[in-house]
């Protein structure tokens, strides 16, 4: 993964190789499609509609964590595994950020 892409938000089609690799990594689930990949926080795997839903709304709601937010038909994954309470860690680390920046004024 590019290093500048590790503060990124990246709606992602994976390919039938990702996929076969999520299921490694995850076990069989439903129809897995995509992929949001949150920077360095981590990633979720799931149906287009559920990506799809998530990413519309943590683009806005997390703006100050991700450098950019954009779609792609391909990109390199690092970590096949779902991040286990990755919406935790990005209220936690939103929060956090928020503090500060009230701090800094």
């Known amino acids: 993964m590019d290093p500048a892409a590790l503060k990124d938000l990246v709606w992602v ?15 069989p689930r439903l129809k897995i499609t995509h992929a949001l990949l949150c920077g360095s926080y981590g990633q979720m795997f799931g149906t287009e509609k559920q990506c799809t839903k998530y990413y519309e709304a943590w683009k806005h709601i997390f703006r100050h964590l991700f450098r950019e937010a954009y779609r792609a038909e391909a990109h390199s994954i690092r970590c096949y595994e779902s991040t286990f309470d990755l919406v935790m860690s990005l209220i936690a680390e939103d929060d956090r950020i928020q503090a500060l920046s009230k701090v800094r004024r």
């Open 13 to 27: 089609r994976l390919t039938a190789e990702q996929i076969s690799l999520v299921e490694q990594a995850n076990g």
